[in-house]
């Protein structure tokens, strides 16, 4: 049996040095994270320590020789142990050769030792079965770190990656692209770019801005159709339903000298109706408040001599599902409909990603941003799209009316993932 411990910065380079100098064959022991260097304990440089051994006999195919006595059978769980830890030490990459019988594997002290008269009853094939046994169990746990190698050198490809590429993947993960997304970008990157040799900047950034433009869909459409008469806002609370919808309409009265009818449903939040009422009143735009769905059908008659209808609802608990429900009957329409759904910059993915989950069993058409301006990060822009294949439509940045309002353009929100300044 060789034994041999390296001191190493990551898993990857232990397992080259070991396939390198003890072969394929060889297994690990122990691995355990110690400290380098360093003045009173302090300031030290981590490293890995992991001590790997190899069956020499087994690695020279020689026949097995029957041992001196009978080897006891080691159960793997005696094994487990040395497996998550050492309390070896030593220096880096030192050399032992040990007899066959050392202590690797800790055997129970109570085995009791056989007399001479005793081994001689002893058949010879059962030291030999026994030793099958523990090179069966060595198979597995090698075929085990061999897996285990592998999803470590897929974690640590980026380590090999240009340093253009590498730069631009620290990017991504500062913006809190997903992983997958990430994954995509950089392996099709590489692959364009390996062609020619060419990872400079200019290369990879051309590059990166192509894909990332093919995640969003075309331009077109994605402010409120010409030919639409209702446009429903939903989302959670705190996003700025009503603030957003105040600003569309001025802009559909101001802008395109439309005449505007809102509709709230909102009567849960103290002041809701009021605040509406109060951008209506400067605007001159008609409101019609519902209370339950057979409200509708009055609303929209007072309303039907204006152009579009802009109906505010409640910002509840989404997780709610009788709220759910109750918003999935006042969605009814009279004419050609859109469905907006309004989320917060400043929410967490994980939570925005349940929203919208949630909200679209109502058959949502297009995406309001607001908050644009209290963040700096963008990607959950581009996890959105790519898991619900989302159109947006317009990003809120302030709390002006009517001013701070704008259309989606994917090429200013991919200048932000990528950052101007980034490169300068």
Same mark, same amino acid.
């Given at each position: ?14 397992l ?13 022991v ?11 304990g ?41 497996? $998550? ?9 030192t050399?032992?050769t040990?007899?066959q ?26 030291s030999?079965?026994?030793e099958?046994a ?36 620290a ?34 950034r051309k ?18 159709s ?54 209506a ?8 408040v ?8 009055r ?19 989404y ?60 990607g ?17 940045? $302030?709390?002006?009316?009517?001013d ?8 200013r ?12």
């Amino acid at each position: 049996m060789r034994v041999k411990r390296y001191l190493v910065d990551s898993m990857p380079d232990a397992l080259q040095k070991i396939r390198s100098e003890l072969g394929n064959d060889a297994i690990i022991v122990s691995t355990k994270d110690v400290k380098q260097g360093g003045f009173l304990g302090m300031f030290g440089k981590k490293k890995i320590e992991v001590v790997a051994a190899i069956d020499t006999a087994a690695a020279n195919k020689a026949p097995v020789q029957p041992a001196p006595r009978p080897v006891p059978t080691i159960p793997l769980d005696l094994i487990k142990p040395f497996m $998550g830890g050492s309390t070896l030490g030593g220096s880096t990459s030192t050399d032992e050769t040990r007899p066959q019988d050392t202590n690797i594997f800790q055997i129970k002290p109570e085995v009791k030792v056989q007399t001479q008269a005793e081994r001689s009853r002893v058949p010879e094939t059962k030291s030999t079965l026994n030793e099958d046994a523990i090179l069966a169990e060595m198979k597995s746990m090698r075929e085990m770190i061999q897996k285990l190698s592998t999803a470590s050198m897929g974690s640590s490809d980026s380590q090999s990656l240009p340093d253009m590429l590498l730069k631009y993947e620290a990017r991504f993960i500062d913006q809190e692209v997903s992983q997958e997304i990430i994954k995509q970008l950089i392996d099709r990157c590489l692959e364009e770019l390996s062609v020619d040799g060419d990872f400079s900047e200019e290369a990879v950034r051309k590059s990166l801005r192509t894909q990332l433009m093919s995640y969003f869909p075309s331009e077109q459409y994605r402010s409120i159709s010409e030919n639409t008469r209702i446009v429903h806002f939903v989302g959670p609370t705190g996003v700025g339903k009503t603030t957003t919808i105040a600003k569309l309409a001025a802009e559909q009265v101001l802008k395109y000298r439309h005449r505007v009818g809102f509709i709230t449903s909102d009567t849960y939040r103290i002041a809701a109706v009021e605040q509406l009422n109060t951008y209506a009143n400067i605007l001159n735009i008609p409101t019609e408040v519902v209370f339950s769905p057979k409200d509708l059908s009055r609303a929209f008659d007072q309303l039907r001599e204006v152009d579009i209808i802009f109906m505010d609802t409640a910002g509840r608990n989404y997780r709610n599902e009788m709220y759910v429900s109750e918003l999935h009957t006042l969605l009814q329409s009279e004419g050609q409909s859109e469905t907006y759904l309004v989320l917060s910059m400043t929410t967490k993915y994980r939570d925005m990603k349940a929203i919208t989950a949630n909200f679209q069993k109502f058959n949502l058409d297009k995406v309001i941003l607001t908050k644009f301006d209290e963040t700096d990060s963008y990607g959950c822009i581009l996890n959105l799209v790519h898991d619900f294949g989302l159109t947006f439509s317009y990003i809120a940045n $302030g709390q002006n009316v009517p001013d701070d309002i704008e259309l989606f353009k994917a090429e200013r929100i991919i200048d932000l993932i990528m950052g101007d300044s980034f490169n300068e």
